[in-house]
């Protein structure tokens, strides 16, 4: 179990290491300087020599590339990501400063996204009507496929420009966080569901069942009592998946409600090649994702018996 | 065989009804309502306009595509920062939009020496900054030292040091007079101390100065001496300021007393065209910048006032690479100038906002001249005729060839305003008719300022443009020996590299208004007609679209908006 523990953690440690070093290695692989970017475009044959190294010094990119790396590295190790090219601003600082929004806005999303696989998991298992299962069946694909993008201007269109029953823009309250979490989890829901009516499907023709409609259950009993418990559980294995539709989503969706958020702000960051930025949120999504693994890794053992037992039988390779 | 089972036993329960008929219609239902948008119907910018007196209070929603990454006035190269920054802060002096005049603002009178070097303004002494501090020519001083040098130790660039090269000091002989000092002659500083654009020298109060990059993105830190100061400010989405109360300083070229109308202005930063659109269309906006060429026409039609003016300084300009192939010929670089229809640009990309370029300089920019009757024409015969006299003749694709090489001329340009594609692409297709094959690589803004370190030797031309209303931008932009627009040099062929440093960099030699006429004439001549180093193509503009209610929003000489003498009918 130690073992198993070690490795998970190693393994988690790693990623977040990698993200970094990867970050680091494709931003000075691009062609722009980011010194560059500081000043208007038009202009830059005017700047003077000086002005840039003045501009390059303060922000360490005269350095070696290597000995930066290793500064930027050990700083990180501290939680210290430097200060933003762009706004001067501590990294740390300015995450923290629109973390928020965006947790508010993907969790609220999940719920929902949760709630709509859920629904039509149970709808698909329970019907007896091959039409309403087909139709249903087909909504995650057709989640899936609606950009983010348009289903969020369709939105706006109908609940706020027409009816005007939430605002349009900005971050103001309850109230304007309704269309983006609808937007948000519309994407979200599609793999859940998927996976969802699959193993709703496969565990509703197994043997247990075969045996509760014989005790005489009915169908909606069997799939609230026996399917649901046993068919959600492989939902937890694409946690990952989930939290990485959210995020690439919420860049989407936080652009169009113009709100605050991460991915606005990792877009803005890569756009203007701000290093300090982006390896902070880097990092943050690297260390993020490997925890989920990490803790779906650890929890699934304990909602499984079956794992458990190989577990504390086996080597842990057989997880 | 277990579901056959199954099957039985399920066949034999009793059905039940309501349920999978609901489940359906909702699933339709919701796939019709995400499948269906509604028409807008006429919004609230249908509203009648008031009697013409300027109404007290009431707050702006005003809308644009930036936002300010930091407050700091003194930084910034986006609009939404320098627009902010214009009504936080005031300048030493107020640019007349429509004549170009210098007029007084902070300063009441300047005088300068002979060379041009040593400036003295004679500033006013009733002006305090928000926090109750005098503003004085120390303030001056440490305001301009700090602009141009930077401080490493506090993380604050040198914002200025590309407005005012070859900034020496400030002298300050009294407490109201403030002497600035450059090592050369610079006439356009004089604008410049009126310059209202990206990286502006707006005043900020010695407490600021102190501050750190980082401290200044405390909005209630950063101190003016402007119509308006901060209320909040949230990065990515708003930026709220609310009226200076005792503000008795505006320049008096606006004709405006006392404090602005507007109790208080929301600049909501809002990324999405459409949504910019229809927030205004439903009335959560008041006005917004940044109106697409494509949006203007339907947002008039719903009965909102578009107003717009041209961006002072150059126009989007093509600069030719003198020193590449195939742009090194000079009959290439006219028959660019002449190859492309400017009437087709008009009709089928540009609005009524935005005008076809007829100098390299915008119309409004003083020493204007306008060339559209004499090399900025479209005219494919005397192009081809060129062309052809230059020893390129037609290859079997319809480009042309000389010496085994294609006339294939490489473009490098931004994709920031949504106009440039189109309008390339309209001259890319005029000019594949004459044999020459334009290719266009149109990318944002980083990939750009990537590829510009490598103009020289890789670009043909690089489109861009240049904000600055004063006509020494010429100096600034195509000097050998400051912006090199046309990568002039010793292998140059043809152009007198000399004459170009010489004759671009008069205007900044003189103040006289007749003698800088004469001067940014002989530029336009040289860069337009002797060497035809650039063709310019159209003139941009920022375009606010706004309701009815809205009055008084001013674009100032470099396009940029001021606040002071908004007002709104309803005062709302």
Known sequence: MLRYLALKVGRALFVVWAAFTLTFVLLFVLPANPVDLLFDPAELNTVTSEVREQAAESYGFNKPVLLQYLGRLGHALTGDFGNSVQSGRSVTATILDVLPSTFVLASGALLLALLIAFAIALIATSTRRAWVRNLVEA??????????????????????????????????????????????????????????????????????????????????????????????????????????????????TETVFARQGIGRMTQAAINTLDVPLVQGVVVLAAASFAVINLIVDLIYPLLDPRLRATLTVGSPRAA | MVSDLRSSIERAAPRRKKWPWGAGIVAVLLIAVSGFALTRGGGPGAQAAGDGKPVHGGTLQFALIDYQRSPDPQWGTNYAESLIGNNITD???????????????????????????????????????????????????????????????????????????????????????????????????????????????????????????????????????????????????????VKRKGYNWSPPALKHQGEAYLNKIVFSTIPEASVRTGSLGSGAIDATLDVGTTDEKSLADQGFEII?????????????????????????RKAIQLGWNREALKKTVLTGSYSVATSVLGPSVSGYADYS??????????????????????????????????????????????????????????????????????????????????????????????????????????????????????????????????????????????ERKQYAKAAQDLLLDKYALVNPVYNPSQVIAQAKYVHGIIFDAQSRNHFVNAWKGNGK
Do not use: C
């Open chain 2, 91 to 241: 300048k030493l002096t107020w640019q007349d939009p429509d004549t170009g005049e210098i007029t007084p603002w902070l300063a009441k009178s300047w005088e300068y020496n002979k060379d041009l070097t040593e400036f003295t303004f004679h500033l006013r002494t009733d002006v305090t900054f928000s926090d109750g501090t005098p503003f004085d020519s120390a303030v001056v001083k440490a305001n301009f030292d700090q602009y141009v040098h930077g401080d490493q130790k506090l993380g604050i660039l040198p914002n200025g040091a590309t407005l005012l090269p070859g900034y020496i000091e400030t002298r300050t002989p009294d407490k109201h007079t403030a002497i600035i000092r450059f090592k050369k002659p610079l006439a356009s500083f004089l604008q410049a101390s009126s310059f209202t654009a990206n990286a502006q020298p707006g005043f900020l109060s010695l407490s600021t100065l102190k501050l750190s990059a980082e401290q200044r993105t405390d909005p209630k830190k950063v101190i003016g001496t402007g119509p308006f100061v901060y209320q909040s400010w949230k990065a990515q989405v708003s930026t709220v300021l």
């Open chain 2, 308 to 332: 717009h003016r041209a961006v002072s300084g150059t126009s989007i300009f093509f600069n030719f690479n003198s020193r590449l192939f195939p742009t090194n010929d000079i009959a290439v």
């Open chain 1, 139 to 252: 909504l995650p694909s057709g989640a899936v496929s609606v950009p983010v993008f348009l289903s969020g201007i369709l939105m706006l269109q109908v609940f706020s420009f027409q009816l005007g029953w939430f605002p349009a823009f900005g971050d103001r309250g309850a109230k304007s966080l309704v269309l983006p979490v609808i937007t948000l989890a519309i994407p979200v829901s599609g793999p859940i569901a998927q996976l969802l009516v699959r193993s709703f499907a496969t565990e509703f023709r197994s043997g247990y069942v075969t045996t509760s409609w014989a005790k005489g259950a009915t169908r909606g009993v069997i799939v609230v009592r026996d399917v649901f418990r046993n068919a959600s559980l492989p939902a937890l294995t694409i946690a990952g998946i989930t939290f990485g539709n959210l995020i690439a989503g919420s860049v989407i």
């Open chain 2, 373 to 514: 009757g004499s090399v900025l024409t479209y005219d494919p015969k005397k192009a081809e005729q060129l062309l052809e006299k230059a020893g390129w003749k037609r290859g079997p694709d319809g480009i042309r060839v000389k010496d085994g090489k294609k006339l294939v001329v490489k473009l490098l340009g931004i994709n920031n305003l949504v106009v440039n594609k189109p309008a390339y692409e309209s001259i890319q297709q005029d000019l594949k008719k004459i044999g020459i094959d334009l290719q266009l690589t149109v990318v944002p803004i980083p990939d750009y300022s990537a590829n510009v370190a490598k103009a020289k030797t890789d670009w043909n031309i690089t489109a861009a443009n240049r904000s600055r209303n004063d006509p020494a931008v010429l100096n600034l932009q195509y000097s050998p020996l400051l912006g090199n627009g046309s990568y002039l040099g010793e292998d140059s062929t043809g152009v007198d590299v000399d004459e170009v440093t010489k004759t671009l960099g008069r205007l900044e030699l003189t103040l006289d208004p007749v």
